[in-house]
């Protein structure tokens, strides 16, 4: 007893009683996804949208250990959750697996010529919570659950981000971001990201990184709502913060995602009622958020930032065509942006992997993206349904942004795709 009070003594000594503690409560949290993973995967996507906000607020406050909490609510619990469920359940791979698999693959050996594993972990985090989603099983009830969650989850985040936008305005949040460090602030003000050209106002991002991530988090929940569910009121509070976002490219997928959806399901009528719905919404809007220059410099192709992805895109392809083997991550990721706001970075995605880990990286990871939409196709249940909304969606998304380097978005994008490759026919 005494040996083991003089260990204790000295190993409060080297570290704080709270870090401590900390440790010794995350030892103790180990036995809950033991017991209940199911459930505990259900919180740990539940806070995923508020993640960001929540350790922002917790390191603007100087509370201690904030990078350590960071991990154990994503990293440590997602990777837990991974192993328990594979123990129970297993997994045999398909053909989108071994797609996804060879690009990582590919851009794991051009990592090891040129790069950094971090920046590399930081472009395929998305494969923690696919791979999750693919030794899960959730029963009917369980699964309709997680849907109408989310669903209510990104309603009230829409309600909430609008007071940012008519009550708070951007001060809290530049503050927040330039206390964090982020690139999200520029010269003491927020970054073009959320504003726009002839747009005054902030387009909102709620508890999410930005506007694009959280116009995702949007899309995603009236994907899952329109299979899942028919209340029309939380249907309208969540097109009412995608509108918010004033993100063309979300808006662009959602309104690629959803026709697919009504022709598949068989539900054009109903497709036309809320189309018709969302029209009188956008247009309603339009003078309470001051869209009309916004909209004006879109049609006369006058926008600013219209101009800057499409020749992002045209940049990035050509600079892959003139680096077909890569040119490496640590000189292209968004993380060389915190050493030097020049550096050279395009924000879209398909280029942006060309240009980083060659173009054969860039064709297997495509390859995993319509491998996928082709497997979840063949099966009609809603689970499958959802799936292919959100994989049309996405792939149209990032052909105009980055969004694979969120990985709290990544949660909500690629786990319920790889729950519906679990549920498919194809799996053996």
Known sequence: ????????????????????????????????????????????????????????????????????????TKEIPLFLLLVILYRRSGFKPTAPDWWLLAAFGVATVRTL?????????????FILPYFLGRVTILTQAQEQLWARCAVWIAAVLSMLGLLELFVFGEGPRTLLYTALDTLGTENGELTASFHGSGFKGLREAATMVGPNSFGVLCMVALILWWVYCRNPLPAAMVATGLICTVT?????????????????????????????????????????LGLSDYLFYTKTGQDLSAEYHQQGIVDGLLYAAEHPLGAGNEKLSPLALLKDRNALIFETTYPYFAAEYGILAALCF???????????????????????GILIGISIVMIFALTLNDRRLACWVFFPVGLALRSAKTEP
């Open 1 to 72: 007893m005494i040996l083991v009070a003089l260990m204790a003594a000295a190993l409060l000594s080297v570290i704080s009683p709270l870090l401590l503690l900390a440790v010794l409560g995350g030892i103790a949290l180990l036995c809950i996804p033991l017991r209940w993973p199911i459930a505990t995967l259900g919180v740990v996507l539940a806070f995923m949208p508020v993640d960001f906000m929540a350790i922002g607020l917790g390191k603007l406050f100087e509370l201690p250990h904030m990078t350590l909490v960071s991990v154990c």
């Open 113 to 125: 010529v040129d790069g950094t594993f971090f920046a590399l972990w930081t472009d395929f985090n």
């Open 248 to 288: 063309r490219a979300d808006w662009l997928a959602t309104a690629a995602a959803l026709p697919v959806l009504a022709v598949i399901t068989s539900q054009r009528k109903r497709l036309i009622l809320y189309a018709t719905l969302a029209l009188v919404l956008f247009v309603c809007s339009i003078p309470i």
């Open 366 to 388: 495509v390859g995993f993206l319509l491998s996928g939409v082709r497997s979840v196709w063949r099966k009609q249940d809603r689970l499958a349904y959802a799936a292919v």
